[in-house]
């Protein structure tokens, strides 16, 4: 394996003090040293090693030459002005710097063989982390698409409050944000790149298809803010190997729900599914309780990736599907451990979302649960519903249940796109004339004694009269609109009338 300038000054200056002057290549284009002596014509790409005293003056130097020397002279200037020089001032002896020069060839020689074999072998991702963490002694991850960690390795008892989160194996949401702000997506950018956050200077290398397509990316988090430039070759190294291996199966950056996500986001566009698509969603869902939950983002707040978000779903939510779907994230959400003995879930299910919606900035709608994946399409209409209508009726809340709105939904629906007022009977006619002239609302009385169930107590209480007053204006109600309260078709009529009207004025008002 060839190496570089810079990597070489990591390594000798783990032993000795040194110094790197003149240009300086950043490609790994060295072979292993060799001693420089009078008379030697210097190679292309070469690495030489000579005391200072001994240098030929005035060389003729080819492109990419490396000189390692021992001590100063004034020959070096005409060293420095063409070619990278490492200088060791201090009293270090030819052999053990030529030594120590061999011993780093070795090692990232070492390390390449062993990359080598892992990708011989068809070995994961992760091992190939494994295998780099000794050279790196840094957080390492491979992202996928979705900015999912597919393999990650952090030092052992590494501080909190960098890069990654505190369970080690995820980029944090802040450290995303930041990058969001800060920097361009990048997405398209090939070789090694930093990037500039406030509290860390990741490296990167960006993986693509063999269509040139981004995949993911190599990202190693560079503690304290130092810059090692030696670490831009070797993540770029190892970028271009893990490149070709899921290259070669393209399956290792892709998480194991990927198909079922795409035959629920076939159902959600109403496209064709094949039997044993529809065979893969009954056998995965077996019975296994879901929701569907649709997230949207409403602020100009900085807005994270809809790929992230699909994905801090399904760590958070175990065996849940979640991906991007038009501008939102659809979520179906495993219900395993949230519902109770009557079938409730909502209270757990809240405190699970609030500090995520919170911490994302978003809102969702929430389906009723469902066991069967096929249904996908139905129980999604609910979640979007439920979110159109809870966005209009409490916009203060960033969470809302289907079952708070189905009401509302088909008062909505069986109105179609005429007005309320269509549908008024001669005796609601003569109700809303009697309010225009009177301080007594007989379609507030009306409204209140149906939603109690005509319950004369508990009516009277809601509106603050006493029971035998409440039955006057009942009866009064009856004789002078022509309504009749005991013919439950006429009940129901009125009912959702006084429903649609509210609609209709909420509506008015936003």
């Known amino acids: 394996m060839k190496l570089n300038a810079d990597i070489l000054y990591l390594e000798l200056s783990r032993s000795f003090s040194v110094e790197m002057t003149g240009p300086v290549r950043k490609e790994l284009h060295l072979s292993p040293p060799r001693l420089l002596q009078k008379g030697d014509e210097l190679e292309p790409n070469g690495l030489y090693l000579a005391n200072a005293e001994e240098l030929p003056p005035r060389p003729r130097i080819p492109e990419g030459v490396a000189v390692v020397c021992l001590g100063r002279s004034e020959k070096l200037k005409d060293y420095e002005n063409s070619c990278t020089v490492l200088c060791l001032p201090g009293t270090a002896d030819l052999l053990s710097v030529y030594t120590a020069l061999q011993d780093s060839f070795h090692k990232y020689e070492d390390w390449s063989q062993k990359l080598f074999e892992l990708f011989q072998n068809d070995a994961d991702l992760q091992q190939f982390l494994d295998c780099s963490f000794p050279l790196f002694e840094l957080p390492m991850f491979v992202l996928n698409a979705s900015f999912g960690t597919i393999a990650s390795v952090v030092p052992e008892g590494a501080g909190i409050g960098k890069i990654w989160e505190k369970d080690e194996t995820e980029i944090s949401q802040e450290s995303m944000e930041l990058f969001l702000e800060e920097s361009a997506l990048a997405l398209e950018r090939h070789g090694a790149f930093r990037l500039k956050v406030r509290h860390a200077k990741p490296l990167c290398v960006n993986l693509y298809d063999t269509a040139d397509k981004y995949i993911g990316c190599l990202w190693v988090e560079c503690s304290d803010n130092v810059e ?283």
Not at 303 to 308: K, N
Not at 332 to 353: A, C, H, I, V, W
């Open 228 to 510: 090692e430039p030696a670490h831009d070759a070797l993540a770029e190294y190892l970028g271009g190997i893990l490149q070709k291996v899921v290259q070669r199966t393209p399956s290792l950056m892709v998480s194991t729900h990927s198909a079922i996500r795409q035959v629920l986001e076939s159902l959600l566009r109403q496209e064709e599914v094949s039997p044993s698509q529809n065979w893969l969603l009954n056998a995965y869902s077996m019975g296994t309780p879901y929701v569907c939950v649709s997230f949207h983002v409403l602020t100009s707040h900085v807005q994270l990736p809809l790929r992230y978000i699909a994905n801090v779903v399904e760590r958070d939510f175990l065996n849940s599907i979640a991906f991007p779907f038009d501008s939102t994230v659809v979520a179906f959400l495993n219900l395993s451990g949230f519902l109770d003995d009557n079938g409730k879930f909502e209270k757990d299910l809240n405190e699970k979302l609030e500090p995520m919606l919170y911490a994302m900035k978003l809102h969702c709608g929430v389906s009723n649960y469902f066991t069967d994946l096929r249904e996908a399409l139905v129980y999604h209409r609910q979640a979007e519903i439920a979110f159109e209508n809870g966005s209009l009726a409490m916009p203060q809340l960033n969470y809302h249940y289907f079952t708070s709105f189905i009401l509302m939904e088909m008062v909505s629906n069986s109105l179609g796109s005429l007005p309320a007022e269509t549908y008024y009977p001669e005796g609601m006619k003569k109700l809303l004339a009697h309010d225009e002239t009177s301080d007594v609302s007989y379609l507030e009385t009306l409204r209140v004694f149906l939603e109690e169930n005509m319950n004369y107590s508990s009516a009277a209480r809601l509106l603050y009269v006493h029971r035998s007053t409440l039955i006057d204006r009942i009866h009064r109600i009856e004789s002078e609109t022509g309504i009749d309260l005991s013919d439950p078709n006429e009940r129901l009529h009125l009912h959702l009338l006084i429903k649609a009207m509210e609609l209709e004025e909420l509506i008015q008002s936003q």
